[in-house]
């Protein structure tokens, strides 16, 4: 290859690698403009939980009611009309989103509601998150749906039957579906849900002896039922010895504070080798 040939290609990756470069780079004029007042919240609504919000100045108040969701508003009055107050970055699960905040003096002006359009989100992959809200969600939702496929694992107190009816193991969670029949006719109001790695036998009750796990997810958030109950949750895949149990509790509020425990052997746990393809390929 001569040198003139070898100059002009060298000359070509350069201009692609700046053109790249300026198409990477990214001003506030160029990015999508939400115009502010004092006396206007602005709320900006995700399709997914938001993991981080960054306000580039102090002129601006933010702060976030709903894992979706975003309240932004002026501290204070006297700024000029297109007068740049402060960037927002908006970082969820999966993109990221940019916004520069205007400030108006009309009130009609003032952006009251905005939703994160499709386009406006750019790709992130975010190295925490393996698998996110939504897809985790939806799994979960196809699997509440599907007819239970173990029969043998339950317990029984206060007229109330638990079961375990599904195991499945997806990315790094596993998704443990269970049901409760309650044979009363007194509704049972839930108070909390727990998810423990306990040991089989216990002779005195110590702390050393449960491990409190916190689900990555809860399908249905119902706090009460009178007949059958159904629900998923969402854990870090984990294994733990033959001598201890995972275990779902579910306690009832007071006065009458009914409570009952489903325990997860480690063998049952080994059956969530795979998630099941049907499950996955299911619209």
Known sequence: MNRHRMTGLFLLAA?????????????????????????????????????????????VAGDQPLDNIIRLKPKEAGHEDGEVLAIVTIVTERYRTQYALLYTTRLKEAVTDKEILPAERE???NPTVSMSTVEMTGLARRIWNSPAKIRNVASKAHRLTMRLNNI????????????????????????????????????????????????????????????????????????????????????????????????????????????????????
């Open 15 to 59: 201009g692609l690698c700046a053109a790249y470069e300026a198409k990477a780079q990214k001003t506030y004029e160029e990015m999508e403009l939400l115009t502010v007042n004092e006396q206007v919240t602005t709320v900006i609504t995700a399709s997914e939980p938001v993991r981080l919000v960054d306000i580039s100045t102090d002129k």
């Open 123 to 125: 790709a992130y992959h």
């Open 168 to 283: 499945y193991a997806a990315g790094d969670y596993f998704f443990i579906d269970f049901s409760i029949e309650n044979k009363t006719h007194i509704r049972f109001d839930i108070d909390e849900i727990r998810v423990k790695l306990a040991d089989k036998k216990v002779s005195k009750a110590t702390n050393s002896q449960v491990i409190e796990l916190t689900p990555a997810m809860v399908l249905e958030l119902g706090k009460s039922f009178k007949r059958g109950y159904r629900n998923v949750i969402v854990v870090k895949k984990m294994t733990f010895p033959n001598d201890k149990v995972l275990t779902i509790e579910m306690t009832e509020k007071q006065i009458s504070g009914r409570n009952i425990s489903l325990h997860i052997d480690y063998e049952d746990v080994l059956a969530a080798d795979s998630f099941d393809q049907s499950l996955l390929e299911e619209e």
